[in-house]
């Protein structure tokens, strides 16, 4: 029973012990805060770059595309396992608006919005045709004209400094022209002479906010067969960029594109003597983590650099709980040598003192963590406070594609954070501990000790 | 046999820096039940060093001390602790109380030490009763809720000699129990050890002093590391 009264009474009499449990809460808190914020970054973004893109995708990043994408889509859609497939044409274009005399450089994408929206989240993104995407390319004041999505941070002015995106409630009426290189199958410009390019104009249909700052500030979505024309790619044999994929429900992502993968190599088999056989080689099966891995690396790498630096400072927190316990226990020599006059063993000097450990971290980790968690719940009211007061944000929301700050706080890391916060005590402890349960009696009784 | 303690050829140095000093040099000591026997010796002579000994908190450098015909040096661990739990009760001269725990805790210590968390639950009435009754024999029932900072020197020198006599050790070795009190609160203490002894209590006490000695059954006289 003594080790479990001596600890308690050493954790709430000795004052130096609230020294380690202080740097415990605040190593806890610290990691639950960043820790939720920043997974909820890479969680979000990587939530975004999948609604963006669906669950696979089979395509190219040649200019050129790839043929015989319609008998493929075919398949595709005739499998179980895949819930919606749709074809999409990319490249690269030159958008004017009339009247300024200024153009930008603007990715396009040429979509299906039907077959789009149910393999990606594409519906999500629109403003004015949310409850109706099939629709999203006709302009609502006229829809006769050959309408086109802009990506949202395209549109001027639709921002505010808290980040939120202001819409009128009728769709405005903006002309915009696309022009683009078409090329031919061997990627050779398909035009000569004065006539290079293809020119087509649209109007403002809708925007789509998809989150993710590339895609949002230099995306024009126009219909799908606008596109393989401004491209080159219509003709009798058509050519695509890329199929995107959603999986049924229940479809693990690596067995879904592991079948896709096959089915595209015998694809390929099947079609190797026909004519643009050359261009199905380049194209390949994907995930979508795969897939944007270029956009998301990074920002895990952020993430890694960042559970490093937190694994820095756990060490840092072993070492002051080390340093603490080393005086708690230098200064309770004198009772180690009474509980061994006694008769308690070796082994229960040890349990003692890691009991008092594991109190130190329970206690400081309980209250890192309950603080953490009140400090999350409250993270964007008090940004709110402190945008409103002050003029201070964390992230400058007309530059950062953030909305709120995420503060979702995962079970389970918070379980590994409290474990470790524990377990990091119970370390720093191990030495200090261990010194003192090999102490003789005698050593530590002896008035000359005293 | 009427032998509890035997000491033979005790050995024991110390190092000073680069001085080595031999404390004890071929010490024999037999100690017969039901004794009190005083150890007298001045400052520095090994008394304290010898006591340790004869309880197992400290090894000899040669000799071997036996407790009821078993050699403490042949005691594994487990042996040790129990024989420092069961078989001896120390007291000592600064009282060692544990300031965290109070009076009664201090005294239910030794019989804490021998169960687990567990067992001191099924225990833990009938001990704390004992440790009662030895409180109230010594004069100490109305402080039993007391921290050890809450006491007299005498006071805490008495919760000691509780805490000793817990477990009924069939030894109590006493190291210099008046040495940090006046002569009338020391005198009760002596009194105490007495009264203990009158009811069988085996006692090696320790001390400088020639008078408190002469309270005892017989007086060992230690000197240059031996029994003179």
Same mark, same amino acid.
């Given at each position: 029973?003594?080790?479990?009264?001596?600890?308690?009474?050493?954790?709430?009499?000795?004052?130096?012990?609230?020294?380690?449990?202080?740097?415990?809460?605040?190593?806890?808190?610290?990691?639950?805060?960043?820790?939720?914020?920043?997974?909820?970054?890479?969680?979000?973004?990587?939530?975004?770059?999948?609604?963006?893109?669906?669950?696979?995708?089979?395509?190219?990043?040649?200019?050129?595309?790839?043929?015989?994408?319609?008998?493929?889509?075919?398949?595709?859609?005739?499998?179980?396992?895949?819930?919606?497939?749709?074809?999409?044409?990319?490249?690269?274009?030159?958008?004017?608006?009339?009247?300024?005399?200024?153009?930008?450089?603007?990715?396009?994408?040429?979509?299906?919005?039907?077959?789009?929206?149910?393999?990606?989240?594409?519906?999500?993104?629109?403003?004015?045709?949310?409850?109706?995407?099939?629709?999203?390319?006709?302009?609502?004041?006229?829809?006769?004209?050959?309408?086109?999505?802009?990506?949202?941070?395209?549109?001027?002015?639709?921002?505010?400094?808290?980040?939120?995106?202001?819409?009128?409630?009728?769709?405005?009426?903006?002309?915009?022209?696309?022009?683009?290189?078409?090329?031919?199958?061997?990627?050779?410009?398909?035009?000569?002479?004065?006539?290079?390019?293809?020119?087509?104009?649209?109007?403002?249909?809708?925007?789509?906010?998809?989150?993710?700052?590339?895609?949002?500030?230099?995306?024009?979505?126009?219909?799908?067969?606008?596109?393989?024309?401004?491209?080159?790619?219509?003709?009798?044999?058509?050519?695509?960029?890329?199929?995107?994929?959603?999986?049924?429900?229940?479809?693990?992502?690596?067995?879904?594109?592991?079948?896709?993968?096959?089915?595209?190599?015998?694809?390929?088999?099947?079609?190797?003597?026909?004519?643009?056989?050359?261009?199905?080689?380049?194209?390949?099966?994907?995930?979508?983590?795969?897939?944007?891995?270029?956009?998301?690396?990074?920002?895990?790498?952020?993430?890694?650099?960042?559970?490093?630096?937190?694994?820095?400072?756990?060490?840092?927190?072993?070492?002051?709980?080390?340093?603490?316990?080393?005086?708690?226990?230098?200064?309770?020599?004198?009772?180690?040598?009474?509980?061994?006059?006694?008769?308690?063993?070796?082994?229960?000097?040890?349990?003692?003192?890691?009991?008092?450990?594991?109190?130190?971290?329970?206690?400081?980790?309980?209250?890192?963590?309950?603080?953490?968690?009140?400090?999350?719940?409250?993270?964007?009211?008090?940004?709110?406070?402190?945008?409103?007061?002050?003029?201070?944000?964390?992230?400058?929301?007309?530059?950062?594609?953030?909305?709120?700050?995420?503060?979702?706080?995962?079970?389970?890391?918070?379980?590994?954070?409290?474990?470790?916060?524990?377990?990091?005590?119970?370390?720093?402890?191990?030495?200090?501990?261990?010194?003192?349960?090999?102490?003789?009696?005698?050593?530590?009784?002896?008035?000359?000790?005293? | 046999?009427?032998?509890?303690?035997?000491?033979?050829?005790?050995?024991?140095?110390?190092?000073?820096?680069?001085?080595?000093?031999?404390?004890?040099?071929?010490?024999?000591?037999?100690?017969?039940?039901?004794?009190?026997?005083?150890?007298?010796?001045?400052?520095?002579?090994?008394?304290?060093?010898?006591?340790?000994?004869?309880?197992?908190?400290?090894?000899?450098?040669?000799?071997?001390?036996?407790?009821?015909?078993?050699?403490?040096? =042949?005691?594994? /661990? #487990?042996? !040790?602790?129990?024989?420092?739990?069961?078989?001896?009760?120390?007291?000592?001269?600064? @009282?060692? +109380?544990?300031?965290?725990?109070?009076?009664?805790?201090?005294?239910?210590?030794?019989?804490?030490?021998?169960?687990?968390?567990?067992?001191?639950?099924?225990?833990?009435?009938?001990? =704390?009763?004992? /440790? #009662?009754? !030895?409180?109230?024999?010594?004069?100490?029932?109305?402080?039993?809720?007391?921290?050890? @900072?809450? +006491?007299?020197?005498?006071?805490?020198?008495?919760?000691?000699?509780?805490?000793?006599?817990?477990?009924?050790?069939?030894?109590?070795?006493?190291?210099?129990?008046?040495?940090?009190?006046?002569?009338?609160?020391?005198?009760?203490?002596?009194?105490?050890?007495?009264?203990?002894?009158?009811?069988?209590?085996?006692?090696?006490?320790?001390?400088?002093?020639?008078?408190?000695?002469?309270?005892?059954?017989?007086?060992?006289?230690?000197?240059?590391?031996?029994?003179?």
């Amino acid at each position: 029973m003594y080790k479990i009264i001596l600890p308690t009474r050493y954790l709430l009499k000795r004052r130096v012990t609230y020294l380690a449990v202080a740097a415990v809460a605040l190593c806890v808190f610290t990691v639950v805060v960043v820790m939720t914020v920043m997974n909820g970054l890479v969680g979000e973004f990587k939530g975004k770059n999948h609604d963006f893109v669906g669950d696979c995708i089979v395509g190219t990043d040649s200019l050129v595309g790839f043929a015989y994408y319609p008998d493929f889509l075919s398949k595709l859609r005739e499998q179980d396992f895949v819930l919606a497939a749709a074809p999409v044409a990319k490249g690269f274009g030159l958008l004017t608006q009339p009247g300024t005399g200024q153009n930008i450089g603007v990715e396009i994408m040429g979509i299906e919005p039907a077959s789009f929206c149910r393999a990606t989240q594409f519906a999500q993104t629109l403003y004015y045709h949310k409850d109706n995407p099939g629709a999203a390319f006709t302009p609502t004041y006229d829809p006769a004209l050959a309408g086109c999505v802009v990506g949202i941070d395209m549109v001027a002015g639709t921002r505010d400094s808290l980040g939120r995106y202001h819409h009128d409630p009728e769709s405005p009426r903006i002309e915009l022209m696309i022009t683009c290189f078409p090329l031919t199958a061997k990627g050779a410009l398909a035009k000569a002479g004065t006539d290079l390019v293809n020119t087509k104009t649209f109007h403002y249909s809708d925007d789509s906010h998809t989150g993710l700052v590339k895609v949002d500030s230099r995306m024009i979505y126009v219909p799908f067969d606008s596109a393989q024309k401004l491209f080159g790619m219509a003709g009798p044999n058509p050519r695509a960029s890329a199929i995107h994929v959603k999986f049924a429900e229940g479809v693990p992502l690596k067995t879904g594109v592991e079948k896709i993968a096959k089915m595209w190599d015998s694809f390929v088999a099947t079609h190797k003597n026909e004519t643009y056989a050359y261009l199905l080689k380049n194209a390949t099966v994907q995930t979508w983590l795969d897939y944007r891995r270029s956009s998301i690396a990074p920002m895990e790498k952020e993430q890694t650099m960042l559970i490093l630096l937190f694994a820095m400072l756990g060490i840092i927190t072993v070492f002051i709980i080390f340093v603490v316990f080393y005086m708690i226990i230098s200064h309770k020599s004198k009772d180690i040598g009474i509980l061994k006059s006694v008769g308690v063993s070796r082994g229960a000097v040890v349990q003692l003192f890691l009991t008092f450990a594991a109190l130190v971290g329970i206690v400081g980790a309980g209250i890192g963590a309950a603080a953490g968690c009140a400090f999350l719940i409250k993270i964007n009211d008090m940004e709110d406070w402190l945008f409103e007061h002050f003029g201070w944000q964390l992230w400058d929301r007309t530059v950062y594609a953030i909305g709120d700050i995420p503060n979702n706080i995962e079970p389970d890391v918070l379980a590994i954070i409290i474990a470790s916060a524990i377990l990091a005590a119970l370390l720093g402890a191990l030495l200090p501990t261990a010194r003192a349960a090999r102490q003789q009696p005698v050593e530590v009784l002896q008035v000359s000790q005293l | 046999m009427n032998e509890i303690l035997t000491a033979s050829g005790i050995y024991k140095s110390y190092k000073m820096g680069q001085t080595k000093i031999e404390v004890l040099k071929g010490l024999d000591l037999t100690v017969q039940k039901g004794r009190f026997i005083a150890i007298v010796g001045a400052s520095g002579s090994g008394k304290s060093t010898l006591l340790h000994i004869l309880g197992a908190l400290d090894e000899p450098d040669d000799g071997s001390v036996q407790f009821e015909g078993k050699r403490l040096d =042949k005691f594994r /661990a #487990k042996q !040790l602790n129990r024989f420092r739990n069961k078989m001896v009760g120390f007291v000592f001269q600064f @009282y060692h +109380l544990l300031d965290e725990l109070n009076v009664l805790e201090n005294v239910a210590l030794p019989a804490m030490a021998q169960c687990s968390s567990f067992g001191w639950l099924k225990r833990r009435n009938q001990a =704390k009763k004992h /440790a #009662k009754r !030895l409180l109230e024999r010594l004069g100490l029932a109305e402080r039993t809720n007391h921290k050890p @900072y809450q +006491l007299s020197g005498g006071e805490r020198q008495r919760v000691a000699i509780a805490r000793a006599l817990m477990n009924e050790p069939k030894l109590l070795l006493v190291d210099e129990p008046t040495g940090n009190l006046d002569s009338e609160t020391g005198n009760g203490i002596l009194n105490v050890l007495e009264e203990l002894n009158n009811n069988g209590q085996t006692i090696v006490m320790v001390t400088h002093d020639e008078t408190i000695a002469q309270r005892a059954h017989s007086v060992i006289r230690l000197a240059d590391g031996k029994i003179v």
